[in-house]
């Protein structure tokens, strides 16, 4: 034994070449008796479905037969085994219905959405192409794809433009920056998005549009679109200090209240602090909110700012006195819910999984695809445990309003 397998070893590239060569025409031969064998085994079980439904055999005379055939039309199936070509049986009066068929059909929109989610994940077309022949054996062609992201691209359009029923008392406002391709340069598009609490403490999304910046303009064409489709009853807006949001908010809510995030404004006053007295700074500044009520928190700020002035710091005393009360409107809500609404971290979770996302795209080709891409995520996010489980127990709301009329 030892000697023969020596012999073949050495005989040289001529012989395991032929090797080869065999193995490639074993494998093919192999491969069509198996699709021959699984294509043979499906048209039996359908002949079978048949002539269980007719409760009788083709050809079979029988006083039990409650229908005859009427012929049968082909239809092709993919399998692990290839693509393989059913003939399925059609009677003359009975729906015929088979395990094997809806088998196909749930097979097919799994596909479909599979398809959906790799190209919105940033999958490129030719690879959804390899993918789709390693995992089933059909290559899936470009048209097939595109014509999928249009069908994906019209349900997110009418999940966008859906009415926004219900009152949300608490609503999160933001942005994100991505990379688009315009004439040969890669340039920035916003996504601006919101989400809110509903009146059983639920979260939503509330909508995402594209913004050519996080401007005045944008902000106040974002908030008609979203006061347009019915929202309402907004207590208080949780952000950042975006340029011409706070005014845009003015325009169309005027009695909501505008919370500075919290976790905004202290990294705004860091930018004025040196690095090694950040940590210092920090604790200075979560003692602010860290006090009992409103009162107490604007008499810490005072102390702060002087603290600041003494330690040299004077940029960020300055930033300090001149927004730290923004932060502040968490103050006039329930203390219960002043964790979950002084900072617009509900949202920032959403923002970090978007850019995890986008990442692998890189640059857009343009905007209205990185607005699809975004909201097809909020979708399948708000879909989620997330969006179906309590955050706030919106009760102590009704009774902080009750207290105050």
């Not at 929202?231 to 169309?252: N, R, W, Y």
Request: net charge positive.
């Amino acid at each position: 034994m030892k000697s023969t397998r020596f012999a073949v070893e050495n005989k040289g590239e001529k012989t395991g070449q032929i090797i080869r060569i065999e193995q490639e025409q074993l494998t093919r031969h192999l491969d069509k008796v198996v699709k021959g064998t699984v294509e043979e085994t499906l048209n039996s079980l359908l002949d079978a479905e048949a002539d269980r439904l007719c409760q009788a055999g083709r050809y079979e005379h029988s006083e039990k037969r409650k229908d005859t055939r009427a012929g049968h039309y082909k239809r092709k199936l993919d399998t692990k085994a290839g693509q393989v070509q059913l003939k399925v049986p059609k009677l003359r009066t009975l729906t015929f219905e088979t395990a094997i068929i809806e088998r196909y059909r749930r097979r097919e929109s799994s596909v479909e959405e599979a398809l959906i989610e790799m190209y919105l994940a940033g999958v490129s077309v030719r690879r959804v192409e390899d993918i789709t022949e390693a995992l089933w054996g059909t290559r899936v062609s470009p048209g097939t794809v595109s014509n999928l992201n249009k069908k994906v691209y019209e349900r997110i359009e009418k999940w966008l433009s859906t009415p926004i029923t219900g009152k949300y008392a608490y609503v999160f406002l933001d942005g994100i920056w991505l990379k688009r391709c315009w004439a040969g340069e890669v340039k920035n598009v916003s996504i601006l998005a919101a989400i809110g609490v509903n009146e059983e403490g639920i979260r939503d999304v509330l909508g995402v549009q594209e913004g050519a910046k996080e401007d005045k303009e944008s902000w106040t064409r974002f908030l008609r679109h979203l006061k347009s489709r019915g929202l309402k009853g907004v207590q208080l807006f949780t952000s950042d200090k975006c340029l011409g949001l706070v005014e845009s908010l003015a325009d169309f809510y005027p009695e909501a209240k505008w919370q500075r995030c919290v976790v905004h404004f202290y990294r705004n006053v860091f930018t004025a602090v040196p690095k090694g007295r950040v940590k210092e700074v920090a604790a200075m500044l979560k003692a602010i909110h860290a006090q009992e009520d409103r009162q107490a928190a604007e008499e810490k700020i005072n102390s702060v700012v002087k603290k600041l002035k003494n330690m040299k710091l004077a940029n960020a005393a300055r930033i300090v006195e001149e927004g730290a009360k923004e932060t502040l409107s968490y103050y006039d809500f329930p203390s219960q819910h002043w964790r979950s609404i002084r900072t617009n971290n509900p949202l920032e979770r959403l923002m970090r999984e978007i850019r995890r996302r986008t990442r692998v795209v890189g640059a857009f080709p343009d905007g209205q695809s990185a607005l699809m891409l975004v909201a097809a995520r909020f979708r399948y996010i708000a879909g989620t445990k997330w969006g179906t489980r309590q955050y706030l127990n919106m009760d102590r709301l009704k009774e902080n309003i009750a207290e105050m009329a």
